[in-house]
Nanobody, 122 residues
Framework: QVQLVESGGGLVQAGGSLRLSCAAS????????MGWFRQAPGKDREFVAVVTRNGVHTYYTDSVKGRFTISRDNAKNTVYLQMNSLKPEDTAVYYCAADRTVGWSSREYEYWGQGTQVTVSS
């Protein structure tokens, strides 16, 4: 069982930055790939980024490449999402998720946090 708690969301102007954190419970954090997803009102939950268990490999959806960076600290049981050059279209609830394998679909992830709201004003 893994419990995930996101933090760091908020209101920011376009062009600004935010760093999201996701703290995980349990001693097996390093055995999970960690992903970030987001869901805007009226839209499906979409993949944003994923980091492999050892933190070596990262993957991003095209719309955030070059602006967002996912990273993890296995000693702190935490995964991060650094978001720079934010745009109004980045506005959404952001969720972190954990699974034993790397995936790009929300259906592939076993554990989820409660989400944190990110709002980017124009």
């Amino acid at each position: 069982q893994v419990q995930l708690v996101e933090s760091g969301g908020g209101l920011v102007q376009a062009g600004g930055s935010l760093r999201l954190s996701c703290a995980a419970s349990g001693r097996s954090f390093s055995t999970y790939a960690m992903g970030w997803f987001r869901q805007a009102p009226g839209k499906d939950r979409e993949f944003v980024a994923v980091v492999t268990r050892n933190g070596v490999h990262t993957y991003y959806t095209d719309s955030v490449k070059g602006r967002f960076t996912i990273s993890r600290d296995n000693a702190k049981n935490t995964v991060y999402l650094q978001m720079n050059s934010l745009k109004p279209e980045d506005t959404a609830v952001y969720y972190c998720a954990a699974d034993r394998t790397v995936g790009w679909s929300s259906r592939e992830y076993e554990y989820w946090g409660q989400g944190t709201q990110v709002t980017v004003s124009s």
